[in-house]
């Protein structure tokens, strides 16, 4: 998969449909190629070395080798490249001059882990191969090892870079992306996402244009403005065909992705650690981890780039107990009842999913402490004996009797004000001396940057869970980061508050997860607002968007379906008028759209009339018979919302045996077309039985001619087909 070329200095990474390209020239590290598989990279199109105006050079003989005109791997700022850099330093001197050079390099089997950070990985050394180029600079004594990992599998490309000190000096690192590299030409648009909270993963695409365009956050997470993911795309790719690239960071924290088109039209695209606010101090002997990019290369276009990222997150970053394991369908009781939660109520919730066919109760906010609001108690893991009179283990007990898994709502990284942890340790928050301290949901963010915090915030969590029978977690974060300070680290390492942060919530998901290995852990953050790789990497699925109704589900969905996949998604059902956006729609639509990921309800089932109780029942054993496919299977997207507003989407098994299909009208017209919905990833030559009405087509035709949608008249209606392998 990596082949190397000792005469020209050439590598050559090859995935399953693509090639990556690069080059040692003058000792300076070329970017060549990336782009369809290539059988030999044997420089047909070799770069032209071409005197420009204003380009400075080294040597007059070679005026033509500049490096602000040259296809550079990992550039850095000073010594002729005007472009946006991939690193910078400043050394004992002041200066931040260095000329990182080709030293060595090492092609081996497998994939090393990331020291600290989530990171895709191998199950077996023969399912990837990795190249490291080491690179010096003599003067400064500042190494670099750039990693690239090839999957055998999986046709993406894995990128880090290590940074070591290798003089007798502290430098500060100011900026370490984990991938920069340059295209040669700018015919391309950008894809990336926007939102808030309650309207996640929007997706806008725009030509580039001469300038820059930065995508971020600086918020202490990855947010719900951004996400740390962008694509380009030529400007006739499409859902099925084109060219796509993309660029996807394992990390939850600060980031920057940067697009650059240059006066030559050539792009530099990068993505990282943002470097505003950033600094790490690297003494003698010391080294510093890049989180890792995923770069994927896609010929059939965004759902190419998406299928990609689908399998690989789905099967080599998430990790655990429950990757390959069918998820519960669950009933959360947020909606239901709020902070008013009550011991009696919680088992006649319990009792109505049960008898319903939900197999998992999520106690949420509400249960520890004196939390009657969110004004208090957070930090106080605790059970609030008011509420829950016999305590956790009782609860769970009488739970599990009913044949019910239980889960618990926790906010660990934050603290109340009004809490026993805050009047005992005031100092335990991200905060700056003098400085005030701002609020934010009525809480602050502890300092996971100190041990001490880090220790405490396991023992207290790890306390609840074993002292109950607890199946399930959901991890929650409802604030971003103001007065990032730290009381333990000294003025020289300030900023490297934030990122210490995330290094220390990545330990405490580690511990606990790894103590406690058979609890299903769901990622939140008011929604959807920390959906990221990093976090998949410890908690296989995520909280969507807060925002349950069902047809801004339907954009969100979209969205998160660029790069994650379906069953990292929850989507659950609630009640009418929605508590977000006070929509009411059918009972139906708002089934089958969360049927497009984790299934559950998050409503009082108390309230429900029994004609409702009956639909969630047919609805809980359908979804239960499709479970496996909606899951597991290879996801389709059909209509965009964003551009036609109906949406569509279908699941293919992987052996192609079985297929639902989603269509989901949004609103009526009085002078509609005539819609219909074509499959995709079928296999044209087999054909295809309608589980419900028994008719048969062939994969060829239900993917070319299609099946009429129902022209019905009304809002928000939805209709699901079914189709299986005809045998015989």
Known sequence: MIQYDGETMRFHLQGRGSSYVLQIVNGCLLHLYWGRRLQAARGSSPIVFTPRSFAPYHDPARRGFSLSTLPLEYPVYGNGDFRHPAYQVRLRDGSTITDLQYCSHQIYWGKKKLPGLPATYVQDDQEAETLEITLRDPVSGLAAILSYTVFRDYDAIARSVLFLNESEAPMDLLRALSVCLDFRDDRFDSLTFYGGHTYERNINRRPLAPGKWIVDSVRGASSPQHDPFFALVRPETTEDQGEAYGFSLVYSGNFSAEMEVDSYHTVRASLGINPFDFSWRLDPGESFQTPEAVLVYSGRGLG??????HDLYRSRLSRGTFRDQIRPILMNSWEAMYFKVDEEKILKLAQEAATLGIELFVLDDGWFGRRDNDRSSLGDWTVDRRKLPHGLAWLSARIHRMGLKFGLWFEPEMVSPDSELYRKHPDWCLHVPGRPRSLSRYQLVLDLSREDVREELVRSVAGVL???????????????????????LPPERQRETAHRYMLGLYAI???????FPNILFENCSSGGGRFDPGMLYYMPQTWASDNTDAISRLSIQYGTSLVYPPITTGAHVSSVPNHQVRRVTPLSTRGLVAMSGNFGYELDLGRLSDAEKLEIRRQITFYKEIRPLIQFGAFYRIVN??????????????????????????????SHALRVFRFKGLDPKLFYENIVTGDVFGGDELMSSGLNVPDEKGDFKSYVWRFRKKEG
């Not at 974060?477 to 300070?485: L, V, Y």
């Open 641 to 670: 919302p964003f551009e036609e507003g109906d949406a569509a989407w279908c699941f293919v098994s992987p052996d192609q045996k079985q297929a639902i299909g989603f269509y989901f009208r949004v609103m009526a017209d009085p």
């Open 509 to 515: 998901l580690e511990k606990l997860t790894g103590r």
């Open 466 to 488: 074993s002292g109950a029978e607890i199946d399930y977690v959901k991890w929650d974060m409802n604030r971003h980061m103001t007065e990032i300070g730290s009381a333990r």
């Open 304 to 309: 190419g780039m998406s299928r990609t990222y």
